[in-house]
């Protein structure tokens, strides 16, 4: 893989627009440009064009920016296959190889519903491009899916390599953390890395992307198979939940009312 600088571009409270630029190159990629306007100023500013977007689901705040932008530039726009988003000029969907010949690499398109039904993520390692579907410490809300699809999303991700870094679209970590302390008080990876992200917010880093390493250890949604993640959820159910799917839809409500 050519090497590559990966920036974060901050957007509204707390999203993150992921720009993707070969070194030394004038061309970038954009993931989920919710907001035309910190993209535009970036891109002035390092003198870069844009040479496709890439969108991983339906939202505004990963869609607003893509009329803006390629009213400016004349690029492909990649999205979901199985959602209408206004822009979109190439439609993907899961098993879908993307070859960015801009990036020197090509991504594979892994389907992932649950966040919304027609959620897809890119790949191509080590990098993952997930949206809204899995962040550190966390996932995103269930808005238009079923626990069995968004527990099946999760295996797609677990399947990949520990080394896969994990651009998500949200600063969430912190909060994320504290859930997952309540989940599981005696995980001590949970409570290394609340004080690691603590010294980064202080210091006004931003937190991800995480490693899938780091996410098997530390997150509620990756461990619903294990014992101590079942415990809990049962106790908050006040009843015996049968499968990884029963305590995935607890400890997601769980963390909806937290
Ligand atoms: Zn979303």
Redesign the pocket.
Known sequence: MTIMHIHAIPAFNDNYIWILQPKDSTQCVIVDPGDAQPVMKFLAEHQLTPAALLIT?H?HD?TGGIQALTDRYAMPVYGPAEEDISGVTDKLRGGDSLPLTVLNLTFNIIDCPG??NGHIAFYSAPLLFCG?TLFSAGC?RMFEGTPEQFIKSLRRFKALPDETLVYCAHEYTAANLEFAKAVEPDNQAISSHQQWVAERRQANEITVPSTLRLERKINPFLRCHLFSVQQSAQRYAQTSLADEVEVFACIREWKDNF
Do not use: A, K, S, V
């Open positions: 689901h939202h990963h966040h919304t809204d995103g």
